[in-house]
C-alpha cells in the first residue's frame, strides 16, 4: 500500500491511496465467496462453484464493484491509522481507478480548531424594554376578551356579531359554497369568504334573506376564481352578541391564578410582562453575543464537513417533504432558486450553525461548563412531557446529545453575563479564574502606565 | 462422423469441474457418436491428445409445463474425456 499526504491549512488532510494487484486479487476471491452463497448458478451448489465460474457468471464488474466495497474502507482505515490521523466524521472516498491498481483518494476531516476572541471584554448594555401601562392594559384586553361569553340576542346584525347563517355562493353560475348553518364572526377584518363580506351583513334580522355580489380577493386560493364576482345568498338563522365581563377584581378572581382584586392581577401581569422582555432581550443578546464570538473566533474547520453536514440536511429536508408527498427539487423551484443556488444558501447556513456549535463548545470548556447527571435527567424529563415530539432519549448517545446541548446553553448564559457584566450567582471555580484573570490584566495596564 | 458436429457444450457443474484436476473434461455429445468419434473430435477442437473416453446415455427426464400432459425430454449422451499426461483444455474464456 503507497500513501501520499496532502494537508490543506483548514484542517483536512487528502490521502492518496494506491494498493497492488494481489491484495485486490485476495479481496476478489472474498467476494467470489459470497457472491456464490448468494446466487444460485446452474450445476453448483450454493457456495461451491469456483471463482472463474463466478466470474463469468455474476461479470467481472460486479465482483469488482463487491471487493472495492469491502476493500476501500478498510484501505481507508488503514491509511488512517498509518498516517496518525485522528478524523472526525466519515472520510469522504472517491475512487480514482480499479484495475489494476486500486487508486483512492481520501478526503479526511480533523478535529476543528477554535481560537476564541476576546469575549470576555465584549459588552451589551441593552435594558430589556421597559412595561408601559398600556402594555398592561393591552394584556389585560386580551384576558378580558378571552373571558368573554356570547349571548343569543334578538336584533339586527351588528358588526361584532357571531352569526349563525347559510350560505350559497356561484361565480359566473358555478357553485362556489354551499354552507348549512356555520357560524361566522362577522368584522371589518373579516375577508372570508370575499372582502366586505360582513359589512353586507350588517343590519340583517333574523330570518332574513340577502342576495348581494362580491368580487372575491385577487388572492382567493381557487385560482380560477380568484378577483372574479360572487353571488352570494345568505340567511341569518341566528345571532350571538359578544359580553365583555367588566375589569373589576371578580375578574381577577375567574382567572387562574392566585389574584384576588384586580391591583393584584395588573401587577401579575406587569410581572409577567417584565420577565417576558427580559427573556426576549437575554435571546436577542445571545444570538448577537455569539454572532460576534463567531465572528471574532478563528475557526479552522474542514470544508468536507460542512459540504457533509449540508449533503445531511438535505436529505433531512427531502425526507420530510416527501412525508408529505413533496418533491424537495419541486419546492426548490417554488421558491425562485436554482438547486444549485438554494445547495450554496444552504451550505452558508450549515457553515454558519457549525461554526456557532464549534464556539459554543469552545466556550464551554474555556469556561468549565459542567452538566451533572440530574441536571440531563431533569432535562430530559422535561423533554419527554407529553406534547413534545416522541423521541427515545434512553440510548447513551442521546443522553450525551442532551448534555452537549445543556453545555451550550450553560455556555451561552455565562457569555451573557459576562458581556452583561453580573457575576453568576453561584461561585465556580470558573468564576475564580475569570476574576483573577482579570485582575491580573488590570494589574498590568498599571505596570504599564507607571 | 464430422467432428464438428460431436460435441455439443461442455458440462460445467461443481462435480465436471472437481474432474477438470484429474484432466478429465466432460460434454454432452451427440448421441450417435462413437467413444473413437468423440475423442476425434475433441483433438480436433482443442489440439489435446485423448487418452480415453468414457460415455454414458442419459435418459431424458420427465417434464410437466403447467397443466399439459408431462413429456419426456429427449435422451442425451454424455462423454468423460481423460486427456493425456500434462494436456488441459480452456472451456471458456478468462480462466
Do not use: C
Amino acid at each position: 500500500m503507497k500513501i501520499s499526504r496532502e494537508d490543506t491549512p483548514d484542517r483536512q488532510v487528502a490521502l492518496h491511496i494506491e494498493v497492488d494487484e494481489d491484495r485486490l486479487d485476495d479481496y476478489m476471491r472474498r467476494a467470489s465467496q459470497r457472491v456464490s452463497q448468494r446466487v444460485s448458478i446452474p450445476g453448483f451448489r450454493k457456495g461451491k462453484a469456483p471463482r472463474a465460474i463466478v466470474e463469468r457468471f455474476a461479470g467481472r464488474d460486479y465482483l469488482l464493484d463487491q471487493a472495492l466495497e469491502a476493500l476501500v474502507p478498510t484501505l481507508v482505515g488503514e491509511a488512517i491509522e498509518e498516517q496518525g490521523l485522528d478524523p472526525v466524521g466519515l472520510p469522504q472516498v472517491i475512487v480514482r481507478e480499479r484495475e489494476p491498481v486500486v487508486k483512492v483518494d481520501a478526503i479526511i476531516a480533523l478535529s476543528p480548531e477554535v481560537k476564541l476572541g476576546d469575549y470576555a471584554s465584549i459588552r451589551f448594555d441593552d435594558e430589556p424594554e421597559a412595561v408601559t401601562d398600556s402594555d398592561v392594559r393591552e394584556s389585560l384586553e386580551q384576558l378580558r376578551n378571552s373571558q368573554a361569553t356570547w349571548e343569543p340576542v334578538e336584533r339586527a346584525l351588528e358588526s361584532g356579531d357571531l352569526a349563525t347563517i347559510t350560505l350559497q355562493g356561484h361565480v359566473a353560475g358555478k357553485p362556489l359554497l354551499d354552507l348549512n348553518d356555520v357560524e361566522f364572526l362577522t368584522g371589518e377584518e373579516n375577508a372570508i369568504p370575499a372582502p366586505g363580506f360582513s359589512e353586507e351583513l350588517v343590519g340583517m334580522q333574523i330570518g332574513e334573506t340577502r342576495e348581494f355580489t362580491l368580487a372575491l380577493a385577487e388572492d382567493y386560493p381557487a385560482r380560477d376564481m380568484a378577483g372574479k364576482d360572487a353571488k352570494f345568498s345568505v340567511t341569518v338563522n341566528g345571532l350571538k352578541q359578544k359580553n365583555l365581563p367588566p375589569v373589576d377584581d371578580d375578574l381577577a378572581k375567574s382567572l387562574a391564578g392566585d389574584s384576588d382584586t384586580l391591583e393584584e392581577l395588573q401587577a401579575h401581569i406587569r410581572r409577567m410582562l417584565e420577565s417576558r422582555s427580559e427573556e426576549a432581550l437575554n435571546q436577542s443578546l445571545q444570538q448577537r453575543i455569539l454572532d460576534v464570538m463567531v465572528d471574532d473566533a478563528d475557526i479552522r474547520m474542514a470544508p468536507v464537513l460542512v459540504k457533509q453536514e449540508t449533503q445531511r440536511t438535505l436529505r433531512e429536508r427531502r425526507e420530510a417533504l416527501e412525508r408529505d408527498n413533496l418533491n424537495l427539487e419541486r419546492y426548490i423551484h417554488a421558491t425562485g432558486m436554482t438547486v444549485d443556488q438554494y445547495v450554496s444558501q444552504l451550505e452558508t447556513e450549515v457553515s454558519r450553525r457549525l461554526r456557532q456549535t464549534l464556539v459554543m463548545d469552545e466556550l464551554a470548556e474555556a469556561e468549565n461548563v459542567e452538566v451533572t447527571d440530574g441536571e440531563v435527567s431533569a432535562e430530559i424529563e422535561k423533554l419527554s412531557l407529553p406534547g413534545q415530539e416522541e423521541t427515545d432519549f434512553s440510548s447513551d448517545a442521546a443522553r450525551d446529545a442532551v448534555r452537549r446541548a445543556l453545555m451550550r446553553r450553560g455556555a451561552l448564559d455565562r457569555a451573557l453575563k459576562l458581556a452583561r457584566q453580573e457575576k453568576s450567582p453561584i461561585w465556580t471555580p470558573a468564576d475564580a479564574g475569570r476574576q483573577t484573570g482579570r485582575q491580573t490584566e488590570s494589574k498590568q495596564v498599571i505596570t504599564m502606565e507607571t | 462422423m464430422n467432428p464438428a458436429k460431436v460435441l455439443k457444450r461442455p458440462l460445467i457443474t461443481e462435480q465436471s469441474t472437481l474432474l477438470q484436476e484429474s484432466g478429465k473434461y466432460v460434454f454432452e455429445v451427440d448421441v450417435r457418436a462413437t467413444k473413437a468419434d468423440i475423442a476425434a473430435a475433441v483433438t480436433w477442437a482443442f489440439d489435446v491428445k485423448v487418452r480415453s473416453v468414457n460415455t454414458s446415455r442419459m435418459k431424458g427426464k420427465m417434464k410437466q409445463y403447467g397443466r399439459s400432459r408431462p413429456s419426456k425430454q429427449p435422451d442425451w449422451k454424455k462423454a468423460i474425456v481423460s486427456l493425456g499426461l500434462g494436456e488441459s483444455i480452456q472451456l471458456f474464456e478468462g480462466t
